[in-house]
């Protein structure tokens, strides 16, 4: 029964005599209320084919973005096609990819296995763990209270931490400042590869850390260099600046990330990664040789083989591609921050070696600066034990676009993640110039 027959029969309904109408009346309540079950059953019978989509207006935007999910099926289905082509020629086991389009409108869409031992087909709705993109909530959540006047990121961090026992063993203590710790020039090393961090951690994986103790792993080591005279990427730098706000503001970090970034951005698929159970998350698979010392599924009867809570503010959170990609634009169209604090964020420092190091590239206030075949872009990369995830945005042309994939065996992609958000923005700026010149 469609609406436009309903509306026949009402014509005709008004045309006959009030006895006519009487009977009739009935009967056309019973096909108003038939009519609206068969839809329901249609819809339930008859979900859209590819992928998710949102229409999550962009206060900025300048075209509607209420329209229906059909507006974007041909750039779903080129999208799907081209990352089934890139499933084909690799050997990861499932992946998705999410994106943003100028006018607010997002959606995703997946290729492959969430459960490979089960057969289960991926979701653009499943969640993975994000690995380092969660240093940009943490680093949002900072630079709010930066705002608020309530921390200056150019203060040496002996301001809160000069009264702890064990801060003169940290490298380059006193001359360190919470600006450095956020773009990594504080020269302090790595504890995540620590080897005995990693024993520790495969002993009692139900343990859960406390930052003091994560920090301990480096504490009495060399400097890597001077304290702001250069660059390398490391999770304790994170831990240090998470452990920052928390003293300055009296709440936890992820109790304000959500009240300040999660909820009010409606950012619904993304959660803290703080227990060994997480809802929905899908399991992945750890990469031979792994740094961490196991291989293959990370999640067995439904928890983790090690608690991803040690991430902390290192990283730790679980997200979707297409709710990454939402964040990213955003985070980076001035949405969550002012406009100079913004532009603090996007002030990078030369990344010239190690993790996230490449020609061109910077690095900000956890904001990895590259350049792009469309210019600019800011995001950032993640690694997770079992997961690999990036998110770009390309301010030039307003898109960003996110990939997760559920392994970390980086050879079995057959090229870097960034290549595959390339490969979607081909076919996204392709279809906006097509749609410009209809």
């Not at 041909?74 to 999208?79: D, M, T, Y």
Request: aromatic share 8%; charged share 25%.
């Amino acid at each position: 029964m469609t609406l436009s027959l309903l509306a026949t029969l009402f014509t005709a309904e008004t045309q006959r005599t009030p006895r006519m109408r009487r009977g009739s009346l009935r009967r056309l309540r019973e096909l108003c209320v038939s009519a609206v079950m068969a839809i329901a059953l249609i819809s339930c019978l008859y979900p859209p084919a590819l992928g998710s989509t949102n229409n999550l207006k962009d206060p900025d935007a300048t075209s509607s973005t209420q329209a229906s999910s059909a507006d974007l099926s041909a750039l779903l289905a080129s999208l799907q096609a081209k990352l089934n082509e890139l499933h084909q020629a690799a050997s990861f086991p499932g992946a998705t990819i999410g994106f943003v389009l100028p006018d607010g409108r997002s959606a995703s869409v997946s290729v492959g296995l969430a459960d490979v031992e089960r057969k289960i087909p991926i979701k653009p709705t499943d969640r993975m763990l994000a690995g380092s993109i969660g240093k940009t909530y943490v680093s949002a959540a900072i630079l709010q209270v930066v705002q608020d006047g309530k921390l200056d990121l150019d203060a040496k961090i002996e301001r809160w931490f000069g009264s702890d026992a064990w801060f003169l063993r940290l490298p380059n203590a006193q001359d360190i400042t919470l600006r450095m710790l956020m773009n990594h020039s504080s020269g302090i090393p790595e504890h995540v590869l620590n080897k005995d961090f990693i024993a520790a951690m495969k002993k009692d994986p139900d343990r859960t850390w406390k930052p003091e103790e994560l920090v301990a792993y480096i504490l009495d080591a060399k400097p890597l260099f001077a304290a702001g005279h250069g660059w390398s990427y490391a999770d304790t730098n994170y831990i240090l600046a998470g452990m920052i706000f928390e003293r300055v503001t009296k709440k936890t970090v992820y109790g304000e990330v959500e009240r300040r970034i999660l909820k009010p951005l409606k950012l619904e698929r993304t959660i803290p990664s703080d227990r060994r159970v997480l809802a929905e998350v899908i399991t992945g698979y750890s990469m031979p040789n792994s740094p961490f010392g196991f291989e293959g599924r990370v999640i067995l009867d439904g928890r983790f083989i090690i608690n991803p809570q040690m991430e902390w503010t290192g990283g730790g959170f679980a997200s979707t591609a297409e709710d990454l990609a939402r964040w990213a634009k955003l985070l980076y169209e001035g949405k969550v921050l002012k406009k100079e604090t913004l532009d603090q964020m996007l002030t990078g420092v030369e990344a010239k070696e190690g993790r996230g190091s490449g020609a061109g590239n910077k690095y900000g206030l956890a904001v990895q600066i590259r350049p792009s075949e469309w210019g600019v872009s800011y995001g950032h990369g993640g690694w997770f034990p079992g997961y690999l995830s990036e998110m770009e945005y390309f301010p030039q042309h307003r898109v960003a676009v996110s990939v997760q994939f559920n392994t970390d065996a980086s050879r079995t992609l057959k090229k870097g993640p960034r290549a595959y958000i390339a490969d979607a923005m081909r076919i996204i700026v392709a279809e906006i110039e097509k749609k410009k010149a209809a």
